[in-house]
């Protein structure tokens, strides 16, 4: 039974909303389920105007909002007054990131952060949809080979920022994977939510993160950790887009089928980016340089300059058919990746030189 409480709150004019009344509907299990912010009058010094709410979160709530001045459509992100202290941590992230050049490398670009009446705010640009909702309405169809090779390089090259500058993200998913607008730019993505991320000297052995069934083994296993967390997490959501769902293996006597061509040396690349022993697993600067990628590199440079072309409509699909003057093949169908097993770090490893991990 939800329990309302209506009332007018006028912030003060130090805060980034101004001049607004806001109203809150609790409810005693979910806390704030809704927040308006409607205008007491035509003051120009108001910032921002919440509207519908997007999506929801662990810490918050993300709703779509508009920044005043200049008309622009944002995000806004509220984080909870349970979880205030996940906004420091996310502040500071952002903070990092802005060391480098977020659009240039592929990460979400943050516009403004403040905190009001206990609850922390965060302005980000606005985005299309995330590649779970994406694929939901596609029945979690997989996706073409080509239209795989477009994301994963750009998540690679934003691994790569993230690396550079010591983040480790410690949740990339689906669902922290937004397109941009993929009627005008079919496949450009970013990499979202930096609530969790922590920079590489933090990572603390037995620390829990990651959600399942993402999470990399030494996670689970309580081993030292490194930015290679983030490799994993790839590595496992590239091989849904492929397969369309979870990795799952029944059988340790199953094997891949049906590889050849590009999908081989995607395969060949998904072994390295899931390799048990984090210290031997794929870099992204490594991964950037697999065939995968730099094999027919002048094909593969037209895509991603396409997929960035605001003019373009076509899909990555549609644009790889027309270099290569053939029908790209739908990729197979499969449920079982083989991983190579050569590290002594694993604790009570068998003498086997191949294992077939449990995703």
């Known amino acids: 039974m939800n329990l309302s409480l209506s009332g007018e709150l006028r912030a003060e004019s130090s805060l ?7 109203r ?3 409810s005693s299990v979910e806390g704030l389920l809704k927040l308006r912010v409607f205008p007491l009058d035509n003051n120009s010094k108001a910032l921002y105007q919440l509207g519908t709410f997007l999506d929801d979160g662990s810490y918050g709530k993300v709703s779509r909002g508009k920044k005043l001045r200049t008309n622009e459509d944002v ?22 990131i802005k060391r480098i ?22 302005v980000f640009e606005m985005l299309d949809q995330n590649l779970h909702h994406f694929l939901s309405k596609r029945k979690f169809s997989p996706l073409g080979i080509s239209e795989i090779k477009v994301i994963s390089q750009q998540l690679l090259v934003a691994l790569k920022a993230l690396k550079s500058i010591g983040l480790v993200h410690t949740d990339i998913k689906l669902d922290n994977i937004m397109l941009v607008d993929h009627k005008s730019q079919p496949f450009r993505v970013k990499l979202i939510d930096f609530g969790l991320a922590l920079k590489l000297e933090d990572l603390e052995t037995g620390s829990i993160f990651q959600t399942m069934p ?26 849904m887009l ?7 293996c029944s059988s340790f006597e199953e094997i891949l089928q049906e590889r050849n061509g ?5 395969v060949n690349l998904l072994e390295k980016m899931l390799f048990i022993d984090p210290y031997r697993r794929i870099t992204p600067e490594e991964a950037l340089q697999h065939p995968f990628f730099t094999e027919n590199s002048d094909d593969n440079n037209q895509i ?12 990555a699909t549609e644009l790889m058919q027309q270099m290569s003057g053939s029908a790209v093949s739908t990729p197979p169908r499969w449920a079982l990746l083989p991983i190579v097993l050569q590290s002594p770090r694993i604790p009570l490893s068998p003498p086997l030189s191949r294992h077939w991990l449990y995703f």
């Open 242 to 248: 492929l397969k369309g769902s979870s990795l799952h």
């Open 24 to 26: 809150f509907t609790f």
């Open 262 to 266: 590009q999908v081989e040396l995607f």
């Open 101 to 122: 050049k977020a659009d240039k490398n592929n990460l979400i670009k943050c516009i403004d952060k403040f905190n009001y009446r206990n609850r922390a705010f965060i």
């Open 16 to 22: 980034r909303i101004l001049s607004y009344v806001l």
């Open 304 to 315: 991603v300059k396409a997929v960035s072309d605001i003019a373009n409509k076509r899909s």
């Open 75 to 96: 995000a806004i992100k509220i984080i909870k007054g349970d979880y205030l202290e996940a906004g420091p941590m996310e502040f500071k992230a952002l903070k990092e």
């Open 214 to 239: 993402y999470r990399a083994p030494e996670v689970r296993l309580g081993l030292p950790l490194n930015e290679g967390v983030d490799m994993w997490g790839l590595g496992h959501t590239l091989a």
